[in-house]
DNA sequence: CTGAAAGCGCTTACAG
DNA sequence: CTGAAAGCGCTTACAG
């Protein structure tokens, strides 16, 4: 854009207090090797005269930068709105610059903003997207990663993708069998799955947890209907409106994240199908309006802020040999929207 | 952080394709004076190495940055990642980088923040939370706007601020007066205020239309319970559980923002308030979970992504001689969580 | 403890 | 159309 005019600089601060622009610099950064009396000056100097160092020109000598990136599907969901609000807590914490940008469940946009960032000298990465089950999507992806960690770079990503980088990862298959045996236990055969699209590994792995569930009950995966739709409110609202269709006899249904619950519960409301009466819902996340709405929400609550906090966490501590994974718990939050199958 | 290897620099694609430097680097940014051909010859040169511009070098060299930074609240509450989200379609359609950070509502986080971006030589900064009443509170923040301004950065707000910067100003004076007018035609004498902090513009200006109703009908303000709280779900819990103790007769209230409308809907079920039947409750803001509450929350729909891409589009204009102001509509929607005043 | 100087990787007048 | 060179504002060996 437009080019600054020039604003104060260490030459200016160190002509002012008298001193070298080495010692200057010194006495900025708390580099020791100052006399406690001239660093104090120096520093009294540059607040007088509002001096702000150019991080540009700092990164460039020192090759720090103290920015992270973060990668996000869409931070107007509220899964990753949280993620980010942990992130962002520990970064303010540690004087950590965020940048952030939406990936849109687009492996091109992903690489395209991967490659953004390391041309940003960003000292780490934090991918907080689901991965994608086929490794070819993110092949690219994985090749920029390796050579930004080659070169120093630190990545952490936040559930399971192909990427062989330091790990957070939600309990989403355990999760997944939680909520199954809970609608399983209360007596309904008949289960429904409004699902995202399956080649996000956390669809699959919430999956395989629903398909452990019903295994253990002799009963099978494909002979439940599992939904694809997008992995939104308004998908939840086509798949909700898919299930009445075609499957009108379902007692419950179980969808892949608490926004197509909502959408669910919406076309439901809509079509005066009583909750739990008629038919159970249940999510997964629980997102702090999961207990608000009505009626409340029955999902698996994963800790989405702490989830960032630990991205952030270990992408800050020194790359370990071989990829580190932390895992998250779950617990499943039963509340109203879920209820023994009616027997009539 | 850890002092990154060197990656490849266009000094190696330079040499790689036989040109200078200058050549090179006139090739990469598309600076016209380059023979088509050798052009041509340096762009594959330089994917062929996986070349990605050192962005602080050019930083450095040529005093452009392409990144904004955006200050929010906080991104867990929807309303600011609403915003964030319309930021983000924008920025990713220009090709911007962006930096996000959380105030806290609090001017001196707010102030640092800022001077961090300014030391980040950030091209335009997007201030999305509220402002306050006092400009005392923002004087310095104020003032290091206006120098960063005067070398060149652009200066966008969301909300009305003392910052003398370009603005995008929510409809907040007239929606606060569309609802109690909606609450008030409704029949309600007895209505509380579920309100943040005054000393936020956002709060004052809304209760400024809250007033501006009152007074159409001979009322006045002091007349309203008006209960301060936190500006979260939390704060509308606290206020609804104060409204039942101390104002036991009202029969409507409105929260000033959705976040603290769905904590007193929250309270009011447990207590076992009928809403609309005893109390009904509005908010404002409409994030996208409003309707999806039970029962659905009346509430003034803001444009918040809206507002986001406005904000950045007015930032990424060249300045003006004087502030611009973009005022935002709203419009009231209606749901079933207001209804007539009960007679009995 | 302090300073002069090299160098980080680019862009952009300036000259040809 | 192309290149040699200066310079952006810092940090950090290297010398003293």
Redesign the pocket.
Same mark, same amino acid.
């Given at each position: 854009m437009t !080019?600054?005019r020039?604003?104060? !600089? /260490? @030459?200016?601060?160190?002509a002012q207090a008298?001193?070298?622009?080495?010692?200057?610099? !010194?006495? /900025?950064?708390g580099?020791?090797? @100052? +006399? &406690?009396?001239?660093?104090d000056h120096v520093r009294r100097t540059a607040e007088d005269l509002g001096? @702000?160092?150019? /991080?540009? &020109? !700092? +990164? /460039? &000598?020192?090759?720090?930068t103290s920015t992270i990136g973060l990668i996000v599907h869409e931070i107007g969901d509220e899964y990753f709105s949280e993620i980010a609000s942990g992130v962002l807590r520990i970064a303010t914490q540690q004087e950590l610059t965020v940048q952030i940008c939406h990936s849109g469940h687009d492996p091109e946009v992903e690489l395209a903003q991967i490659r953004t960032m390391v041309a940003n000298q960003i000292d780490g990465i934090i991918i907080a997207g689901s991965g994608f089950v086929d490794p070819k999507l993110q092949a690219m992806s994985k090749a920029e990663l390796i050579s930004f960690r080659r070169s120093g770079g630190r990545v952490a990503v936040i559930g399971r993708h192909h990427l062989a980088a330091d790990a957070v990862l939600p309990d989403n298959r355990a999760g997944g069998q939680s909520v199954a045996e809970h609608l399983l236990s209360l007596g309904h055969q008949r289960i429904a799955v409004a699902s995202g699209p399956r080649g996000l590994t956390t669809v699959a792995d919430r999956l395989a947890g629903i398909e452990a569930a019903l295994r253990s009950r002799g009963r099978r995966l494909e002979d439940v209907p599992v939904i694809e739709a997008a992995f939104t409110r308004d998908g939840g609202k086509v798949a909700a409106a898919k299930i009445l269709g075609e499957h009108g006899d379902v007692t419950a249904v179980i969808a892949l994240n608490d926004a197509m619950a909502i959408g669910v519960l919406s076309i439901f409301r809509t079509r005066g199908i009583k909750v739990p009466g008629q038919v159970s819902v249940a999510g997964f996340g629980d997102i702090p309006v999961a207990e608000d709405l009505a009626p409340s929400l029955t999902t698996v609550r994963l800790p989405m802020a702490k989830m960032g906090e630990l991205a952030l966490t270990m992408a800050l501590k020194p790359a370990a040999s071989r990829p580190r994974r932390q895992t998250t718990g779950h617990s499943l939050m039963v509340r109203d929207s879920t209820g023994p199958v009616s027997t009539h």
């Open positions: !080019r600054r020039s604003v104060t !600089r /260490l @030459v200016d601060v160190a008298g001193v070298s622009i080495a010692t200057a610099s !010194r006495s /900025l950064t580099t020791n090797g @100052v +006399s &406690a009396s001239v660093a001096y @702000v160092v150019n /991080l540009h &020109a !700092r +990164s /460039l &000598a020192g090759g720090t």
